[in-house]
T-cell receptor, first 111, second 115 residues
């Protein structure tokens, strides 16, 4: 089955800096890669996703890149703000949408 | 448009009791997924259902756990004879019916505590 590795497990940045979180996947058939933000006590919130026919996607301060050959994808957050502090999860799916999640990254943005 | 709804938000059960977790998908969504999140861990897939059908239950323990999504009403995740190891957050997600659309939208979760 699919296996998703996520790094780093914790990330601390100063407000205004950029943050990058990286994930690798094992199943070459995976074709959908979403990113979720989870705040304490809440459910995961879909923030951006990318499909295998696209190499990069951007939405305001958030961007995701995908390298199918290397089987890795990354989340980039620019101009970080304290409200970006949360746990971020990457995921991969190869079929009808069953998601395999990474272990999560705790992002802390210091004012 | 209301989001995915789950209830109860918190559930406390003694060992050996039954737990019933309910999930109402977003309007227009007929695909439901259940995931479990243990403390300090990521989410693990349990089961995927469409109306009146279980499509994939490969992530669900063979014993004590069952799920349904009836024609009318919410999806139900049922855990019989709960044990302490069942303590976790259980999340439901729903997805649109359109073919090739995979976005999953999560509910707030049910936090189960087994004492």
């Amino acid at each position: 089955g699919e296996n998703v590795e996520q790094h780093p497990s914790t990330l601390s940045v100063q407000e205004g800096d950029s943050a990058v979180i990286k994930c690798t996947y094992s199943d070459s058939a995976s074709n959908y890669f979403p990113w979720y933000k989870q705040e304490l006590g809440k459910g995961p919130q879909l923030i951006i996703d990318i499909r295998s026919n696209v190499g990069e996607k951007k939405d305001q301060r958030i961007a995701v890149t995908l390298n199918k050959t290397a089987k890795h994808f990354s989340l980039h957050i620019t101009e970080t703000q304290p409200e970006d502090s949360a746990v971020y999860f990457c995921a991969a799916s190869s079929s009808y949408g069953k998601l395999t999640f990474g272990q999560g990254t705790i992002l802390t943005v210091h004012p | 448009n209301a989001g995915v709804m789950q209830n109860p938000r918190h559930l406390v059960r003694r060992r050996g009791q039954e737990a019933r977790l309910r999930c109402s998908p977003m309007k227009g969504h007929s695909h439901v997924y259940w995931y479990r999140q243990l403390p300090e861990e990521g989410l693990k897939f349990m089961v995927y259902l469409q109306k009146e059908n279980i499509i994939d239950e490969s992530g669900m323990p063979k014993e004590r756990f069952s799920a349904e999504f009836p024609k009318e009403g919410p999806s139900i995740l049922r855990i019989q004879q709960v044990v302490r190891g069942d303590s976790a957050a259980y999340f439901c997600a729903s997805s649109p019916t359109r073919q090739g659309v995979y976005e999953q939208y999560f509910g707030p979760g049910t936090r189960l505590t087994v004492t």
